[in-house]
């Protein structure tokens, strides 16, 4: 099986290439850049010297087509474009934001840009992998999710489908490691200044919400905003959700439990965590696991769930592997098998 | 003017010191241990050689009542009992637990030990400077509050206590810097388990959750329980508290601003944002500040409120003194007016 | 084959974990504790949940001998004595620094203990894969070599054995990551004591010394006492040695870098870095690679070389399992062919 | 005494504004810069907020002119033109690299662009204030030393000028924070790619490199090449020098102890620790101290000299300040002594 790269100097792609490099189904991969076209992944990346002798190709339609697989990583407005342009052969996985929201209006709403249209949105499957298995299995483009929107629905999803919380009384306090924000360097993520630093941004105004809002709308059928803020923590990956909401009346922590263990029991990468017992971010440091904890507390009768991920893994990279693995009929678990790299 | 700090070998003892030593009314300091008597505080901290010249004493009543001021900077439960021992010519500003909360009960609750006597809780004044200035004034027995409190209320009081919010409804969502946890090495602390990586511990079981609501209930006259959860940073200093609510009907963003400003208008420590600026936890690093945005998101109907201090500063040693001068008539911020170090 | 590993819980046994749970060679794994018998690897790693599921066994020498392998992850002391009681048709793989001096004087001189008995130190061989691969395809007892001297030894052999430097006249200025210095919490490696901190320790007496003569000797015929100074970054894991020597008259940049380019031609794990181009610690993260650069100062007369491993894989767990393909006859890379982690 | 600061966006401009703040002299600070006229220096350093009121102004001789001392705390190539517009009754305290080196082709050569004219270079007075104080005393024109010099010479003067060892056998290994690299934004300082790793740069060609030699040329009379070889660590603050040389015949530990204890007698902000105790970057954090620690290894015959330094203090502003006072007959302390922050 051949995989293209496209983006493939960013960290979602530099990701991609560490893992399909050992994947058993992959014989072939190929790399893209619109602006780093001639240079080896080596100069770009010297961790990868002697082990992946790839050049960075042009961008053009009929390259990508003599691909089974090609994994768009690129900025947003990018991929709209070029997914068009592909053959129906060739299967797409979108790791940019463009093709996630259902609705153009939403999309410029929040990205303030022109969306794709919407034909293009509606083909789209959006691939939360524990929650659209069997659309993904015969996805022709797939739209891989964010890794906020990934991180807090895992978490969320199995106590909101079944009602045990209301949708808009949820509250996601979200930290990232500064991977999250991509390779270029900038002012926000300058060492000096986030280093021993604890930070705050876009409060409200992150353009994941609508991703986590509009696939809640799909497991609950309700329309709700919820409350959404991201924080950068000192570090390279990683993100922890911690979300609060008040539990519904008739529900206890033991049906939680049960909830949770029911949901995920088929899923190999979603990891429950004992009742009061929570994940730190680096016990999934370099894989797709999502580790999920909640307690209950009996005098505020609110539910907390943390759940974590490596943003650069089940948050982007890792989790558009699983997709591939499923649209291709391969066990979830190919060429992800990996303990944390723990300390 | 005479000190004595008891505990000094601690990170809250160690942080008097270093201010202490430049403060314009302070003529002696004298440190004490109850493990370290007779070393120096060089041997202990390296860093303060050639400029603290120190010896660590035994703890005896007789020669901490030869001071004006004593700071109980030790683990639960010794403070309750020395402050019992000590003159009441001499004033005591206590920054352990100890003497936080007015109830035995409550105390024994949450700390899993017993209460100093209820004579002494009563007797105590709480330390929050901007909302207890007065009785401050004439306290001879402080209470210095709680890092997180301090953080939390700071953001909180402000739009409770005018019902902009309802207590009940609060949630605190609290990050720290490892220095909260003291100097005492543990698996928690350890760099190779802590260094990237991001941690959430006592969910809903953290000793500053009753600190918070007894003063909140001060405030707005009403019990209720609120949602805190403490989490690690992978960083020094600092304490970033998020915190949620729904504001309530009749209230605007431009009031809530109102609220804010007014509140802190004479209050040189506490330093309000412009609506939907948010501060960092490091640009109040090594000060007294307490830093404080908001926003209200028109999609939600909530209120966000982020506030940061130095933990070791505004949430203990900086405080402490800030009280201090409170106490014996001096400015504010006699000896505290540093400019934070950044970056 | 069956693998057993002694002394699990420290970071060099869980990082042999990672690595064997995936090695396509290793049919079963055991691990044994003395001080955590009847624990799970899981309790121990909450990052292994679902994955490991190994109980932690008694030590004992009938139960070692069913396995083909027996990894001796432990504390200085143990393993020689260990070593003894197991059958010699039981291959040991020893990652502590017990065996790895030829004499026992020297031994006793660092280690500031009794060194094990001379036979076993003869026996033991020194498992410095890429130097000494004939003999490690026979041995038995196989002692791992540390972090440090890995590090120091693969950048400095090349041009010490052709006599391009005096080792009399070599500077190594190593610096390490915190993991280095295991995983009991200490003073040195409390958090917020070494974040934000650079520190330097051991100055001339770490046990890494003779280690590093021995070796250098056995490569020039030369005794010769060097220089060698370990560091402590804040960081995980990664080690640097900058290595400083004069050149011997008649060589230049260009035989050096042959020298390089054939000594490391057949040795997939080292990497040889472009003349001027030096390695990050990061470049070689969570994988067996030695990466090495080096340039040659016109002005001094001096070499300079870089060489970066990281300290739990190259440094321990990863060049024990190379150690342990090439004893059993399998291609080097075996279960270790992985790409760094980057960022 | 009024003070003007050009370039005081940077890290050094702002270090300055810290220590000047409360400096008891400064009657009042004037802010300059060539690209944020117009802006106040809360909105480049929002952590100044409410405590320095001061808006950027631009740069013109007439308005520096008011100013008793002005710092320029400039890029390359910018002070050398500026000094010459300034009246010569204005004291100027250089902070860029432009007036440092005594020869116009070195400084060609290193920094790879037009010195000055080499009549300025002359007239600049060297700024290492332990070692030029009486020079300094009538400066004019004042040149402050760079950060890794500053941390090289303080810890090797006092050795190589009573020739107890050979400037020519000197190899200085050096480790800095990232604030040594400025506030601009680039992929070596990105955190993603800075965090737990360790980087090495610019061997043998920083620009630091002839400024240490031509210091030692002058305290020895002989000119001789160094090695010098910059590191990057990933923390905000502080510079270690590990330094190696062989001991000359003659001199044991006792005289070399003797020497720097001699050297430093008068020099508060030189603290020397007892022989085999050495300093860690961040007991000096926020200060102008330089701490020196070293050894002698009897084996090899080697000295290690080990000495730190807060990069932007005693390796900036800092010291520009101490020379700012012994330029005005003020105490050298005025203004900053602090307590290290620790941790």
Redesign the interface.
Known sequence: MKAAIVGATG?GG?EL??IL??HPKIEGIKVFSSSQEGKTMAES????????ELTLGEIQPERLNEHDVVFLSTPPGVSAEWTEHLSSKTKIIDLSGDLRLNHPETYTAWYQRESAPEALLQKAVYGLTEWHKEEIKSAQILSNPGCYPTAALLGAIPVAQKNAIET?EL?I?A?T???G?G?S???M?????????????K??EHKHTPEIEQELENWTNKKA???F?P?L??????I?A?M?APLQSGWNKNDIEELYYKAYKDH?FV?I?ED???????????TNYC?I?F?V?E??G?L?I?SVIDNLMKGASGQAIQNMNVMFGYPEKTGL???????
Chains 1, 2, 3, 4 share one sequence.
């Open positions: 960290y530099i290439i560490r490099h050992n990346y010297p961790h990868v010297t002697d082990i992946v808009s509250i306090d930290k490691g500064t991977t924000a390779r360097p900038s002012a993520t300058h060492f000096s200044e986030m280093n021993d630093n604890f930070k705050v941004y409060v409200n905003p919820v409350t803020t924080h923590v000192p570090m390279t990956r990683g922890m911690t609060y190999p990891r965590r009061h017992t929570f994940p730190f971010t680096k016990e999934v440091y370099g580790d904890g307690t507390d005098r505020t609110r907390t943390v098998d990996f303990i944390p790299i723990y300390p």
